[in-house]
Structure formats: structure tokens, C-alpha cells
């Protein structure tokens, strides 16, 4: 079983629509939690980095972490054809100074105008 | 956010020979990069994590003597993938961590060997 399961999609939407990405773990020593955005034959970047249970907005993304479930979501309000993209979540171990991730396979959302 | 870079973005290469990629931090200095590898349609797997000044530690299964990491800097790592064959062409990708402890990564290195 893969520590981060998360559903590789594709997931395809209208314009304006809200979308809802998840991702399952395992491991219960996972503490920090974060949602990359990764468009196509580029390096991916970081779109919200969360630590407690609850949820975190930033603009159109809220990030939703459930600890006890160990779920963790991503919610795009107002899509729009540019967020079209992969979306991996990934989350680290509390231990160590050096943030080794471990990343869901990723989502490709494409978000139709 | 920070900037990191990769030098070159894409290149092919014929089987046999080696291929180096590099990994830059442009607006802070980074004591540990990682360097990842991503086939299509797949995760990014973690290879190996690059210290400045120290030997890098790679992860389970991969080959050190293959895949030789070097860390002269506080800015620069490179990746160098010897004797590369067909299986090695993938999508690598580092990310640089900077003193707050997040990972910014770079755009990535497409290789393709022939």
C-alpha cells in the first residue's frame, strides 16, 4: 500500500466550477501537509503548505486537513481554464530538519472555458 | 517566492555516455537539495538528498555510483547520470530548501536517451 493514495484522475470541469481534490495516508507521522500545482513539462510549485487540523485559505484555494481521518483536500472556488494542471499533494514527517516529502501520484485537472 | 534553476532544460544524449544536470538557487542559499525523478503520468520519486559539503544519502534502490551527486556550494548541486541508458530517460527535477524550511523546486531537466 502507497504511503499517500491519491486519485490520479483526469478530472475535467466548467469554467467556474468548484473543485474538489483529495488525498488519503497511512502514516500517522505525517504532520505537514501541501498541495503543489505542477503545469505541464514544469517543475512544480507550492500552493498551500498547512500544519493543523482545519482549513487554510488563500484567494480562490482552501486547503482542508482532517488528521483523525487522515484526509486531506484541496477546493478551487471560481475555476478557471488556467488552473489547469496537475495538482500533487505531498506531506512530510515532523522529525528532521530536512522536509523529505512524500507526494500523491497527483491529479490532472483540466478546466474546460 | 524563492527561485531555483536547472541547467540544461532538455537534452538528449546517446546510451553509453554521461549526462550532467545542475541545480541552482538564485536568490538564497540552500545546504540541502533533493533531486527527484518523475516518469510520465507518475509522482515525483525521491532520489537523493544533496548536503553541502557531504556526501549526499540516496534513497533505497537507487544507484550511487550511477546517479553522483556533488554539492560544492551553497547555490549549485548536480546530478550526474553515468552511463546512461534508455530507462534512465525521465523528467528530473530538484528543489532547493531554504532556511525557513520549504522546498522550491526547480522547472526541470526532460532526458532522453537514444
Known amino acids: 500500500q502507497k504511503e499517500v493514495e491519491q486519485d490520479p484522475g483526469p478530472l475535467s470541469v466548467p469554467e467556474g466550477a468548484i473543485v474538489s481534490l483529495n488525498c488519503t495516508y497511512s502514516n500517522s507521522a505525517f504532520q505537514y501537509f501541501m498541495w503543489y500545482r505542477q503545469y505541464s513539462r514544469k517543475g512544480p510549485e507550492l500552493l498551500m503548505y498547512t500544519y493543523s487540523s482545519g482549513n487554510k485559505e488563500d484567494g480562490r484555494f482552501t486547503a482542508q486537513v482532517d488528521k483523525s481521518s487522515k484526509y486531506i483536500s484541496l477546493f478551487i472556488r471560481d475555476s478557471q481554464p488556467s488552473d489547469s494542471a496537475t495538482y500533487l499533494c505531498a506531506m512530510t514527517r515532523s522529525s528532521g530538519s530536512a522536509r523529505q516529502l512524500t507526494f500523491g501520484s497527483g491529479t490532472q485537472l483540466t478546466v474546460l472555458p | 517566492g524563492a527561485v531555483v534553476s536547472q541547467h540544461p532544460s532538455r537534452v538528449i544524449c546517446k546510451s553509453g555516455t554521461s549526462v550532467k544536470i545542475e541545480c541552482r538557487s538564485l536568490d538564497f542559499q540552500a545546504t540541502t537539495m533533493f533531486w527527484y525523478r518523475q516518469f510520465p503520468k507518475q509522482s515525483l520519486m525521491l532520489m537523493a538528498t544533496s548536503n553541502e559539503g557531504s556526501k549526499a544519502t540516496y534513497e533505497q534502490g537507487v544507484e550511487k555510483d550511477k546517479f553522483l551527486i556533488n554539492h560544492a556550494s551553497l547555490t549549485l548541486s548536480t546530478l550526474t547520470v553515468t552511463s546512461a541508458h534508455p530507462e534512465d530517460s525521465s523528467f528530473y527535477i530538484c528543489?532547493?530548501?531554504?532556511?525557513?524550511?520549504?522546498?522550491?523546486f526547480g522547472p526541470g531537466t526532460r532526458l532522453t536517451v537514444l
Open positions: 528543489s532547493a530548501l531554504t532556511g525557513g524550511n520549504e522546498q522550491f
